[in-house]
């Protein structure tokens, strides 16, 4: 495997951590559409969920270790 240049690391991180939180934003508003519906119960609304919950967790882990402002 080639080795990647720090800058396009980087840039690669970087892409990869805005990707992730607008995912992260995009699955709360369709849940909050969900719940607004009164569809909470749904599969679609428990899916949301576990995606929510994955994508928490990811940015979670960047904060700790120092990759994200608070």
Known sequence: ???????????AFEK???AVQKEYGDILEKMEG???QG??????????????LMYQNMLSLYQIYGLTET
């Open 1 to 11: 495997m080639e080795e990647i240049n720090p800058t396009d690391r980087l840039a």
């Open 16 to 18: 990869m951590l805005a």
């Open 34 to 36: 969900l719940k607004a």
């Open 39 to 52: 569809k909470v119960k749904t599969v679609t609304y428990q899916q949301l969920m576990s995606r929510k």
